[in-house]
């Protein structure tokens, strides 16, 4: 069984709970209670593996902009980075959060952001307001190499189920790759000391 772990990031009021509680019932709702930081856990089978999913979704209200430098960003898998596309401060604050995840996660020597990214433009149905072009997030998003979306949280389902399917499978190919790099390094520091000691001994024959 796998265990995944996300967060969702973004300013308050951007429909970070609305737009998860989507893809976890299917449902809109409406409001929620905002004053306190929520783990949501939920069993999914995704390409015939059962997992456990995590999905931290904190509390801007009591967080601000802190959150993304305490325990998310170290604790997650993946990231489900949310702005509200009739919102301009809220993109600005995305940009903040991603530049933010980078710095946090960046692999050593690589230079690559080492976790996963949806980068979400919510209240896709507010486009008669909309301050932020579809564009710019699709060019941030290139920018980090991360995926990008625009939803509705209030209209849709499949947009948003398609995205956090494209986040679980990418964490799990992530979370694979680096157990076998960890694996590989041991095998072959395993090899390197049985060489040393071994060898050594050879020589000395
Ligand atoms: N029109 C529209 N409103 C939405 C959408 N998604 C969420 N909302 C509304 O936006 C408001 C904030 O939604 P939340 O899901 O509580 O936002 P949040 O980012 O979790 O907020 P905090 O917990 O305060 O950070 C609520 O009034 C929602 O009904 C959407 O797709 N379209």
């Known amino acids: 069984m796998n265990d995944i772990k996300l967060a969702l990031l973004g300013s308050e ?3 970070k709970s609305a737009v998860l509680v989507r893809f976890l019932t299917k449902r809109f709702i409406g409001e929620y209670a905002s004053n ?3 783990l949501y856990h939920k069993r999914l089978s995704i390409d015939g593996r059962q997992l456990n999913l995590d999905v931290f979704d904190p509390c801007s209200e009591s967080a601000g902009s802190r959150c993304i430098t305490e325990e998310p960003v170290d604790w997650a898998d993946g990231f ?3 702005y509200n596309i009739s919102d301009r401060p809220s993109f600005l604050h995305a940009i903040g959060i991603l530049q933010q995840i980078k710095e946090a996660r960046v692999e050593p020597y690589k230079g690559e952001t080492e976790v996963p990214i949806c980068l979400v433009g919510n209240k896709q149905d507010l486009c008669h ?3 932020v072009e579809a564009e710019e997030g699709r060019s941030l998003a290139l920018e980090n190499k991360c995926h990008f979306q625009e939803v509705s949280a209030s209209e849709g389902y499949q947009e948003i189920a398609n995205l956090f399917t494209w986040l679980i499978r990418q964490v799990m190919e992530h979370l694979k790759y680096r157990s076998d790099r ?3 390094s041991g095998s072959k520091s395993m090899a390197k ?4 000691v071994f060898g050594k001994r050879r020589k000395s024959v």
Not at 193 to 196: D, F, G, K, S
């Open 13 to 15: 009021g951007t429909g």
């Open 36 to 38: 306190a930081n929520s």
């Open 80 to 82: 489900v980075v949310v």
């Open 129 to 131: 307001a909309r301050q």
């Open 182 to 184: 960890r694996r590989y």
């Open 193 to 196: 000391l049985i060489n040393n």
